[in-house]
């Protein structure tokens, strides 16, 4: 497993920097957004992948009975055990799963209270949610959260912007990196991709903003 996860972070590595080098400077994001979910996916499975050159076959030799002294070999039962353990490494992973399952469930209820305690508007492409005191603007599926802090003027502009991430559905996308951080908490380099796939969605939005009118 050690080195399974090994494999991963490396191939993942390798993607990361092909990206930060290459390609995080280029303007077609809806590719770099396919990129970084299509090659965090891809690093999960090539560990599995079984290349034939890389592989070495072992001639067949026997060797004498006499290195093995089995004839004065002792053998020893092990009893049978039926009482659950696990080692401290599996204690640790599951461990760590269930904390980052809990602060993910923690961000859930604190949107559902945001919702709760925010005034809803109707919209026919959105639902916008007024928030009192504050000054945060943000969208979640299909709902807008909009603080009263802000200034009017600006709420086009800003309502328009999160169009653009509902329409391109990046809610999923940051779901997806949020679930790989319960599963793989303790890789760093989830926390890049997700924070890659911010950035990407962050100039979608501003790269795509509808000119319509916003219909009630």
Known sequence: MIQYILECIAFQLVFLSIHDFYLKWETFFQWNRVYLIGTYVLSLFLPWIK?????????????????????DALVVVAKDSSGFSI??????????????????????????????????????????????????AFSFFKSIFLGDRIAEKEHRNIIEHELAHIRQRHTYDLLFFELLRIVGW???????????????????????????????
């Not at 949107?111 to 949610?129: E, N, P, S």
């Not at 926390?191 to 795509?208: A, E, F, L, P």
């Open 51 to 71: 290349i034939e050159a890389f592989k070495t076959e072992m001639p067949d030799y026997v060797y004498p009975e006499y290195l093995w002294g089995t004839n």
């Open 87 to 136: 080692s401290w490494e599996q204690g640790l992973l599951f461990g760590g799963m269930l904390m980052a399952g809990l602060l993910f469930g923690y961000k859930m209820l604190q949107l559902y209270r945001l919702r709760k305690k925010g005034v809803l508007h109707y919209f026919k492409d959105f639902t916008q949610i007024v928030l009192n005191d504050s000054n945060v």
């Open 186 to 216: 303790f890789n760093p380099l989830v926390y890049v991709y997700q924070n890659r796939i911010s950035i990407i969605t962050i100039k979608i939005g501003n790269s795509k903003r509808p000119r319509k009118p916003i219909a009630r």
